[in-house]
């Protein structure tokens, strides 16, 4: 059956119509999940199912299409070079990021997406998740163990990592209680935000320490 507004849709350029789709579909699955077949996310989104196929040959097609656009189109290479600029104190490096990272990803669509994402088991989360560990957690416990004297490219340890996530974590959690708890947020994100990383940026140091035989005070200085 035709939906009663099909008739009555202005037509547009095959590029801009599959845009419109896509769009539609982001926000359905931020509202209601993975769950819905293609015959019914053609009625929620008002088009047919033809026309639906016709952009989208199947309904993993359209998951991996609302994957790139919300996640890997809004990725930012700087972060990338960010972390990395060594010449910058590491403690500010993380403070600047997670103020661009949760600019990002604090949206409605974003979270929910991914939380739904991840009850379903979907891949969505598995991709995510394995491009965040190497081109972020991975790169913070790089620069630590850098900065204190160890081997800045050697593979991180699995108890390094953890402590990357605690911090990653953390963050990731204001954003959950503003979109999914529907809490109101800090009044101030990015002073949160820097304290966070202050309180992290002192334990990781005295733990590095440990493992380089180097006071914590020293190494505080020398990042300082």
């Known amino acids: 059956m035709v939906p009663k507004n099909a008739a009555k849709r202005r037509r547009l350029p095959p590029t801009e119509r599959r845009e419109e789709i ?60 960010l972390l ?9 490096r993380l403070k600047t990021f997670y103020r661009s990272y949760t600019e990002t990803i604090f949206t409605r669509d974003w979270m929910r997406i991914y939380l739904f994402s991840g009850l379903k088991g979907a891949d969505i989360n598995r991709w995510y998740i394995g491009l965040l560990e190497e081109r972020i957690l991975q790169r913070i416990i790089k620069e630590y163990r850098y900065l204190a004297g160890l081997d800045g490219e ?11 996530w605690a911090l990653h974590s953390g963050i990731f959690y204001l954003g959950v209680r503003e979109h ?15 304290n966070v990383v ?24 020398q990042v300082s």
């Open 198 to 221: 202050d309180v992290f940026h002192q334990g990781i140091q005295a733990y590095f320490a440990k493992l380089s035989d180097r006071e914590p005070a020293k190494l505080a200085a």
């Open 154 to 164: 050697a593979k991180p340890q699995a108890e390094e990592l953890e402590l990357a």
């Open 180 to 194: 999914i708890f529907s809490l109101p947020p800090p009044q101030d994100r990015h002073r949160i935000i820097a």
């Open 22 to 81: 896509l769009k539609k579909a982001i926000n359905l699955f931020s509202e209601h999940g993975f769950e819905s077949s293609t015959r019914e996310i053609a009625r929620q989104l008002g088009i047919t199912q033809p026309l639906l196929y016709r952009y989208f040959p199947s309904k993993d097609d359209l998951v991996r299409a609302a994957y790139r656009s919300v996640y890997l189109d809004r990725w930012d290479v700087e972060w990338d070079r």
């Open 84 to 92: 990395c600029e060594r010449d910058q104190p590491l403690d500010w």
